[in-house]
């Protein structure tokens, strides 16, 4: 078992039980992570919805499935390609958003997960996660595929520098499947797409990795 992966078991073990805010009271499971444990892109997004708390896995129900079509539009394999999470690993009651105290109490969890995937970007899927991870003055329509400079607390360093990429949530794109140009689900695709060819091209440069061809499917 690689370091990572059994770091991220240690702080899922740790998490499991959480009581640190009220969602837990509902909960039928708190909701981790899936994809893999070294992805160089990390897909950060909100909550888990019915179907994540059912089985305890992201990006299970109606918005995985989306989220899936968009990674295979890309050709990214989200189980070697692709750690995916959310701001909080337990659903909100009665399909509400987290509350911010929520968002807050499950935020050393993020920040510890985010230092052991140590992804080379993060991808912020929708408003919740644009604005907790970039901040409040970031408007996700008009700042969607945007990348900002953002710092997160270290481990070697008190702070590390990651990109993050703005993206729309897969669940508003299914609200509005719109593949004309400038529509929402064109939009997400081709960001998904800019969003990996960001870091094929980074690895290409630092490692000598050649790049994946993004656009086959399109
Ligand atoms: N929506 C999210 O924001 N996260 C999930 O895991 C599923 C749906």
């Known amino acids: 078992m690689s370091a990572q992966l059994a ?11 959480c009581t640190k ?19 160089d892109v990390m897909l950060i ?19 995985g499935r989306q989220l899936d079509m968009i990674a ?18 337990c659903q909100p009651p009665k399909g509400r958003s987290a509350f911010e105290h929520e968002i807050l109490a499950c935020w ?18 929708g408003r919740a996660a644009a604005h907790r991870l970039v901040g409040g003055q970031v ?33 508003d794109v299914m609200r509005n499947p719109d593949m004309n140009p400038g ?7 081709d960001d998904f797409i800019s969003a990996f060819e960001i870091v094929d091209k980074m690895r290409e440069e630092w490692f000598g990795t050649p790049p994946k061809n993004r656009r086959i499917n399109r």
């Not at 770091?7 to 039980?17: A, G, S, V, Y």
């Not at 997004?45 to 918005?63: H, L, S, T, W």
């Not at 969890?109 to 993060?122: E, Y």
């Not at 529509?183 to 695709?189: D, F, N, P, S």
């Open 72 to 89: 295979e539009y890309a050709n990214v394999d989200i189980g070697k390609e692709l750690h995916l999470t959310n701001l909080v690993q």
């Open 21 to 39: 805010c009220d969602l837990h009271r509902g909960r039928k499971h708190t909701v981790f992570a899936s994809g893999h444990e070294n992805a």
């Open 139 to 171: 408007s996700v329509t008009k700042d969607r595929g945007q990348i900002f400079d953002c710092n997160f607390p270290g481990v070697l360093t008190d702070e590390v520098r990651i990109p993050v990429f703005v993206m729309l949530h897969p669940a």
């Open 108 to 125: 050393p969890r993020l920040v510890r997960q985010i230092q052991i995937v140590a992804p080379l970007l993060i991808i912020a899927a």
């Open 45 to 63: 997004a909100e909550m888990p919805g019915r179907d994540e708390d059912e089985c305890g896995y992201p990006f299970v129900g109606k918005a």
């Open 7 to 17: 770091l991220l078991r240690d702080l899922k073990q740790e998490w499991e039980h």
């Open 183 to 189: 529509g929402a689900l064109r939009e997400t695709l």
